[in-house]
């Protein structure tokens, strides 16, 4: 029975998948075919002289002068054949971009998602522990603040403060420039990673923080909680033994659902920085028209965050059982 229901929610779990892919796939095609931007324009630049005879080459090249239905159907035969096609802006397959502009995005990503889920957890017990009174107060309202601020303004403030004016790290990059790639250091590309990261953490730690704190305050005013203070025990050991263990779960669903905030996120953080990773490359093909790497990105992206939805309910399980066994009676 447990590798037959393993199947079937597998098997559940890839429909949905599937689906997801092709409305995302359906939706963003129109919407880039609707662009004003000429894909064209953006393929010649500044090149001076462009007979029109050269513009239909190009665009019979790269198949433009098709209607858009018949785009989309030679565009999904090849993806069904595992061929993202070929970025117009890098001049090279697709599925070659995304592996190389990914692996710098993840490791500002993993980094920002640790920052905003140790800090925001840390605060959110703080104010948990101490509600109504004013450490709860002042964080509060730091929280509710950053939560309207935008991400690339907090980018640039930080690179006035801690660039410009301190020069504590530099302006931009993954790395430094005129240093070839072999001979950086982990030190260097952590040097240029820390203030990225810690733009894009400022994106969900707010909300982890106040989730926290409301998870926290009804566990810390639940019968057992005033029970346990008639006994005597002390608030760090009711803490300890009752609230932490009572919101790591939340917490952790909180945690792994950011995932889509943050690949929305790294796209501004990435333009501030200047930092060569994934959204920064979607952003590229979003302004110059490229629209098989603006597909291929925005596939990309919806896997990454279904998985990292399908990781939640997953640890979900096996935090709590009796979710896990509420789950399986209705399959």
Same mark, same amino acid.
């Given at each position: 029975?447990?590798?037959?229901?393993?199947?079937?929610?597998?098997?559940?779990?890839?429909?949905?998948?599937?689906?997801?892919?092709?409305?995302?796939?359906?939706?963003?095609?129109?919407?880039?075919?609707?662009?004003?931007?000429?894909?064209?324009?953006?393929?010649?630049?500044?090149?001076?002289?462009?007979?029109?005879?050269?513009?239909?080459?190009?665009?019979?090249?790269?198949?433009?002068?098709?209607?858009?239905?018949?785009?989309?159907?030679?565009?999904?035969?090849?993806?069904?054949?595992?061929?993202?096609?070929?970025?117009?802006?890098?001049?090279?397959?697709?599925?070659?971009?995304?592996g190389e502009k990914?692996?710098?995005?993840?490791?500002?990503?993993?980094?920002?998602?640790?920052?905003?889920?140790?800090?925001?957890?840390?605060?959110?017990?703080?104010?948990?522990?101490?509600?109504?009174?004013?450490?709860?107060?002042? &964080?509060?309202?730091i929280c509710l603040?950053?939560?309207?601020?935008?991400?690339?303004?907090?980018?640039?403030?930080?690179?006035?403060?801690?660039?410009?004016?301190?020069?504590?790290?530099?302006?931009?990059?993954?790395?430094?420039?005129?240093?070839?790639?072999?001979?950086?250091?982990?030190?260097?590309?952590?040097?240029?990673?820390? &203030?990225?990261?810690?733009?894009?953490?400022?994106?969900?730690?707010?909300?982890?923080?106040?989730?926290?704190?409301?998870?926290?305050?009804?566990?810390?005013?639940?019968?057992?909680?005033?029970?346990?203070?008639?006994?005597?025990?002390?608030?760090?050991?009711?803490?300890?033994?009752?609230?932490?263990?009572?919101i790591m779960l939340?917490?952790?669903?909180?945690?792994?659902?950011?995932?889509?905030?943050?690949?929305?996120?790294?796209?501004?953080?990435?333009?501030?920085?200047?930092?060569?990773?994934?959204?920064?490359?979607?952003?590229?093909?979003?302004?110059?028209?490229?629209?098989?790497?603006?597909?291929?990105?925005?596939?990309?992206?919806?896997?990454?965050?279904?998985?990292?939805?399908?990781?939640?309910?997953?640890?979900?399980?096996?935090?709590?059982?009796?979710?896990?066994?509420?789950?399986?009676?209705?399959?």
């Amino acid at each position: 029975m447990g590798k037959k229901r393993f199947i079937k929610t597998t098997g559940r779990y890839m429909v949905r998948l599937v689906t997801l892919l092709i409305a995302i796939s359906i939706i963003s095609f129109i919407l880039v075919s609707m662009s004003p931007v000429d894909p064209v324009q953006q393929y010649v630049g500044a090149v001076p002289n462009v007979s029109m005879e050269q513009r239909e080459k190009i665009a019979q090249y790269w198949g433009l002068d098709k209607p858009p239905v018949e785009r989309f159907g030679i565009w999904a035969k090849s993806l069904l054949q595992g061929d993202f096609g070929t970025s117009l802006i890098y001049r090279r397959p697709v599925l070659d971009i995304i592996g190389e502009k990914f692996a710098a995005s993840l490791a500002l990503m993993i980094t920002a998602w640790l920052l905003s889920g140790i800090i925001g957890f840390s605060i959110g017990c703080v104010m948990g522990a101490f509600n109504g009174k004013w450490p709860d107060r002042i &964080l509060k309202k730091i929280c509710l603040t950053m939560c309207a601020i935008p991400t690339f303004w907090i980018g640039i403030v930080l690179l006035m403060v801690f660039s410009a004016k301190l020069g504590w790290f530099p302006m931009g990059m993954s790395v430094p420039k005129g240093v070839p790639s072999d001979q950086v250091t982990i030190w260097q590309r952590l040097h240029h990673l820390i &203030l990225p990261a810690l733009t894009l953490s400022f994106l969900s730690f707010a909300n982890i923080a106040l989730h926290t704190r409301e998870k926290l305050t009804d566990v810390l005013e639940s019968d057992y909680v005033l029970f346990a203070k008639a006994k005597g025990e002390s608030r760090f050991c009711i803490l300890k033994r009752h609230g932490l263990r009572n919101i790591m779960l939340p917490a952790v669903t909180m945690q792994f659902g950011s995932f889509s905030e943050l690949f929305g996120g790294s796209v501004l953080a990435e333009t501030v920085f200047s930092y060569p990773g994934l959204g920064a490359a979607a952003s590229a093909a979003g302004m110059g028209s490229d629209i098989p790497l603006l597909l291929g990105i925005t596939l990309f992206s919806a896997v990454f965050v279904f998985t990292g939805n399908l990781l939640a309910n997953i640890i979900y399980g096996v935090v709590d059982p009796q979710i896990r066994e509420g789950y399986q009676s209705e399959q």
